[in-house]
């Protein structure tokens, strides 16, 4: 089982709908990142959080540590959305999920 | 501040050949990270830099894949012989001193071995 599950692998939605992608991990965190990834390959760091929820436009994460999850939401989403979105915990070194395709269709 | 920079952005190369790509950090960053990414997965830590001196390679291939960063600041990585099994991205990513700092990724470099 990996340490780091995210949930969906693959989404598909409309433009305009309300997007949750999931992670779920197993070991003790200092802090955890949500990052997208686009086709051409370049990782870019949307969130890093330890507690709470961030906010950043249409992008929201939240984390429960006791509960060890963590989610990504967009809303309104748009085409320009679709990428891969990848979880990754920081535990003795930093531990990715195997990421969500996620598809905005228009 | 300029990102990570990473050369070349794709390479094509036959199975036997070698291979290298370079990283250069943000300036300032003294942890540098090379990660293999093979498609449909999360990348896979390959090594890890503190300054010059290597922290991390248990997940490096050593009779194929090596690295360094002889001065601390850019860094290397080399296949030699590549196989088919190693076609994916390989992204470097750069840390400032302490695990509590963002880790910031480059573009990467596509390796695809035929």
């Known amino acids: 089982k990996n340490e780091v599950e995210q949930s969906p692998q693959n989404l598909t939605a409309q433009e305009g709908e309300f997007i949750t992608i999931n992670c779920s991990y197993s070991?003790?965190?200092?802090?955890l990142h949500w990052l997208q990834q686009h086709p051409g390959g370049g990782i870019v760091s949307l969130f890093m959080l330890s507690s709470g929820k961030k906010k950043h436009g249409r992008l929201i994460a939240t984390i429960n540590i006791q509960e060890k999850h963590s989610s990504l939401h967009i809303t309104a989403s748009h085409p320009r959305d679709s990428a891969v979105y990848i979880c990754a915990v920081r535990a003795q070194k930093l531990v990715f999920g195997q990421g969500t395709r996620l598809t905005i269709n228009p | 501040e300029a990102g990570v920079a990473q050369s070349p952005r794709y390479k094509i190369i036959e199975k036997r050949q070698s291979v290298a790509f370079w990283c250069n950090p943000i300036?300032?960053?003294?942890?540098l990270y090379w990660y293999q990414q093979i498609l449909g997965q999360g990348p896979k830590l390959l090594i890890q830099f503190q300054n010059n001196g290597v922290v991390d390679d248990s997940q490096l291939p050593k009779d194929r894949f090596s690295a360094e960063r002889l001065k601390g600041v850019d860094s290397t990585l080399k296949i030699q012989p590549a196989k088919l099994e190693d076609s994916a991205v390989y992204l470097c990513?750069?840390?400032?001193?302490?695990?509590?700092?963002?880790?910031?990724f480059g573009p990467g470099t596509r390796l695809t071995v035929l």
């Open positions: 070991v003790g965190i200092s802090a």
């Open positions: 300036s300032g960053h003294a942890t």
């Open positions: 990513a750069s840390r400032r001193g302490n695990s509590y700092n963002e880790q910031f």
